[in-house]
């Protein structure tokens, strides 16, 4: 009849619903200790700033040495990665057009200088790798060639994304899922290379889909927000306001990215995944930590978080 009072809910249900909800109560619990001990905001910060002061001059001197369709290239994916256009999109093209002046005041003994300084970066995301693994620092001999890989890998990355998103002309859905494919395997790679093989390829698959996919979600909120964002730190605070928005773009992509990583460890770790496959952590010098030892391995962490 209408007008009749709903009556109250059926406690088969409502049971279900304080199960759901101490349930969840219960993961949070598990993975608030867990993103302590990584140290996800000052992780984020960290890298955002070697980004900032090591990777961009590194992409100036590459595109003074490099021929003109390949400046392009790498203007249209980095502009396509921030989101940007209209009139700043135009001084990224010009940044990366400058070439004369760049070329001739540092020299190809500038380029490598910056190449090796831009490391800073491989080596600040090696460590956060390492402490989401809980896993110590590798010997700088065993891992120095490694960072200049991984940086290598990641400019060719870089350059080719902006035919990438728009899938090599097929199309924006083939776009994001080639985003999604590819930012997946590069932090899968990623990890596998900055920690030296010290975890096996399937148990930094859930990481790296986070990363991945978390990354690619905030590029395309970015293409959303980054134009209207620059413009208005512009109108505010001058030339100064869209460094700001670049950095604050920055430090909220590596959040995504760190929080990724961890989430992953922590999945890695699960009873349901170990059921699937065991991971296998090798440390240098000992043999393979078995299941027990890897969740021992994040307790201690989460306590070491915990204490500082």
């Known amino acids: 009849m209408a007008g009749t009072a709903a009556g109250p809910a059926p406690p ?10 101490a349930r969840l109560w219960t993961t949070a619990g598990r993975l608030l200790p867990a993103l ?20 961009l ?11 003109r369709s390949v400046q392009e290239l790498l203007a249209d994916s980095v502009s396509t ?3 940007v256009r209209g009139d700043t999109l135009e001084e990224v093209r010009r940044t990366f057009h400058a070439t004369g002046t760049t070329r001739d005041t540092a020299g190809a003994a500038g380029l490598v200088l910056t190449l090796v300084s831009a490391t800073a970066f491989s080596r600040a995301l090696q460590a956060v790798c390492e402490r989401c693994w809980s896993l110590p620092r590798a010997p700088v001999r065993a891992a120095a060639w490694r960072w200049l890989l991984w940086l290598v890998v990641w400019l060719a990355v870089l350059l080719v994304q902006a035919p990438l998103r728009g899938g090599f002309g097929t199309g924006v859905v083939s776009g994001l ?3 999604l494919l590819s930012a997946t ?7 596998h290379l900055l920690l030296g093989g010290r975890v096996d390829w399937r ?3 859930p990481g790296s889909v986070l990363a991945g996919a978390g990354s690619v979600a905030l590029s395309r909120v970015a293409e959303l927000m980054m134009p209207t964002a620059m413009r208005r730190s512009f109108d505010e605070f001058g030339p100064l306001g869209p460094v700001f928005t670049f950095l604050s773009w920055l430090i909220a992509v590596f959040l995504v990215a760190v929080t990724g990583l961890a989430l992953g460890r922590w999945i ?14 090798r440390p240098p010098g000992t043999g393979v930590r078995t299941m027990k030892a890897v969740g021992d391995g994040r307790r201690a962490s989460a306590r070491d978080g915990g204490a500082t």
């Open 12 to 21: 088969h249900r409502s049971g279900a619903v304080r199960r759901a909800a």
């Open 36 to 55: 302590l001990a990584v140290n996800v905001v000052e992780g984020a910060v960290r890298l955002a700033a070697q980004a900032f002061i090591a990777v």
């Open 57 to 67: 001059p590194l992409l100036m001197a590459v595109a003074a040495f490099a021929p």
């Open 81 to 83: 990665v921030l989101g």
């Open 177 to 179: 899922v080639l985003s």
């Open 185 to 191: 395997l590069l932090w899968w790679w990623t990890q």
């Open 203 to 205: 148990s930094l698959l």
């Open 268 to 281: 890695a770790a699960s009873a349901w995944f170990a059921a699937l496959h065991p991971p296998r952590v």
